[in-house]
């Protein structure tokens, strides 16, 4: 499927994940962060205290990174790797304007898409899910990270493996010419 056809289908689930992520990011990463500083409080209460402290930091931190992660994965999902700022600015742009798009939507048919995003709060009063969720944006830009390494080493490979073909092949075209243009041994 041509690249601007696939990214037309999926562009729907990208903005559709997007959208959930941008607006509850917020609400998720200030119940997960509680909810790993109480156990830390309970388990080390020196620690915890002073990390209750710096709340607002590291919830700060944590959503930041969740925005980072989906300013950059979405329209490198949608675009490729080969864009311009400009470009990724518009999408980005453009993907805004459709989250706000889909909330009016979705506050037009339900009284507030809040109150259904409200009920997997609840899930992140679990610890291990807390951090899993704290977890994610970080795993995701080590996997790309670790993608886009093994991409280069590929690339690389296949580039020696071109070069040394290619060298191969001119070292035995300019033996077969210096064969045909030597003079022949003429018996008598």
Do not use: H
């Amino acid at each position: 499927m041509p690249k601007l056809g696939r990214a037309i289908l999926i562009t729907p689930l990208y903005v559709s994940l997007a959208w959930t992520m941008m607006i509850s990011y917020q609400m998720f990463t200030q119940t997960a962060v509680l909810t790993v500083l109480m156990l830390f409080n309970t388990s080390l209460p020196a620690v915890g205290e002073w990390l209750l402290l710096r709340m607002d930091l590291i919830v700060f931190i944590y959503a930041f990174a969740w925005v980072f992660v989906l300013s950059s994965v979405i329209p490198s999902l949608l675009l490729g790797r080969e864009r311009s700022v400009l470009v990724q600015f518009f999408v980005c742009l453009i993907l805004t304007l459709i989250a706000f798009l889909i909330q009016d939507i979705l506050n037009a048919f339900w009284n507030s898409p809040f109150q259904i995003l409200q009920g997997f709060v609840v899930l992140l009063d679990n610890p291990l899910l807390a951090v899993a969720y704290l977890s994610l944006p970080y795993v995701t830009m080590l996997a790309i990270d670790i993608r886009a390494k093994k991409r280069q080493r590929t690339s690389k490979q296949m580039e020696e493996i071109t070069a040394r073909y290619l060298g191969q092949t001119e070292v035995e075209e300019q033996e077969v010419c210096s064969e045909n243009t030597r003079p022949q041994n003429k018996q008598s």
